[in-house]
């Protein structure tokens, strides 16, 4: 059986393959992950809000992570299928966090769904939003 | 009746609200916008592929230049209520490029589709997507 | 303050202005809403599955009493405006049952997820999805 | 190479294994499908439009058919994997129409747009949507 890669792992794994993405794990299990983006204030949208591409960013890395914990492994090639937003309210805060929960997953794909929200108001969702990341098929 | 803003007019615009954005706008109609985004080799996720959150960013970006083409002007305060994008193959190139078709407009808000390709192949989509930007209301 | 329609007249309702549904409200408050779809046989899809688009009809019916709940009134003019769908497993059963619940209400429109699943097993489950409801605007 | 089945035969395969779809092919080729859906008075939702889920289940259909149209056969055990719809205008009419382009095809799914409009106006779009129809996999 396999066992969910833990915290550090991911980091590390992130810090060397794709450091640009700038999101931190901070749980995973091999049902959920919750990550991290610490907001740039030179990347907030007109009205002082975190854009919706850096939402976006967040909720992709988080399924990305989830992917990770479902299939037991840190995985390069499991790439994002297709990913759908919906934004609930302004997102003001410092920091920047989504959780992803396990929908599913069978040999060809995982499905999640995302909920983000800012600082220390997990109640007050600003997105929601469900997507799939293939996974790379046997030969 | 409304006339479309030009794209001086939307690059001076996105420049001055939103410079994080990275996204110029090529062309501007009624019912159409296209846009460009110059990829940043640091940002290439693994593989050397245009990130799916760089992608979702140029859709996000055309969707908002043709909501000002709809409506006839730039508007700040026009938001992404929720987007979903597909991504059909792997995006490697020096540019990125999306273009926007008006799907419907309406008093609350802007549908459209988007398609994106890189680079000198516009027959060649890495991505799909739709997506509504909500107008603001009036008071 | 508005208190949400019961279960009786939310079917009163169904039953008056589209009965073609067939679709049973089972419970319904300001945050969620759980709904049931009998099964008909003739209706199945190869390999004796219940169909995609009967599982859409069951998500959009739960968004709607959801909505109900959520505004606090049965409302014949609130409308679907997007829904997207994910299928995660085979649905067998004899009756589908969907449960909605609220990510965000405001004056323009509801949303919502929702999760399907079969008979006695809603740990099991056959599709998942989002969707916004709009809102008649006031004149 | 595979060539597109041709409508009569997609026509003859729904019959016999999903007669309750209630959607006939128009036009099938490699690259896109054409398909209609005959209104039934005793299914209008309130208002005298034709349903979401109606038209859902038009839009999944005509999918199925760009399926067999890029694969070059009818596949029984293609399956929705994910399907957005967005609502455009109110659906008025006696027929509903479904136009479905290619998106992408790879050896796990195919991807396609839709968009849908009612009798004689092509131009008057009542729904636009995205999915993608899973293939079965080699075993």
Partial sequence: M???????????????????????????????????????????????FVSGPDQFRLADAVLWFLTFGAIGRVEEMSVTSELSIRFLR??????LYARADLEVQNRRSVVGSVHLW?????????????????LPLPK
């Fill in 2 to 48: 396999s066992v969910s890669p833990n915290v550090e792992e991911v980091n590390r794994f992130v810090d060397k393959v794709f450091p640009a993405m700038r999101v931190s794990c901070l749980e995973i299990t091999e049902i959920h992950a919750l990550a991290v983006l610490t907001v740039d204030p030179d990347e907030l949208r007109p009205g002082g």
């Fill in 90 to 95: 302004p997102a003001i805060g410092q920091k």
């Fill in 118 to 134: 800012c600082d220390d108001k997990p109640g007050r969702r600003v997105s929601t939003g469900q997507g799939t990341y293939a």
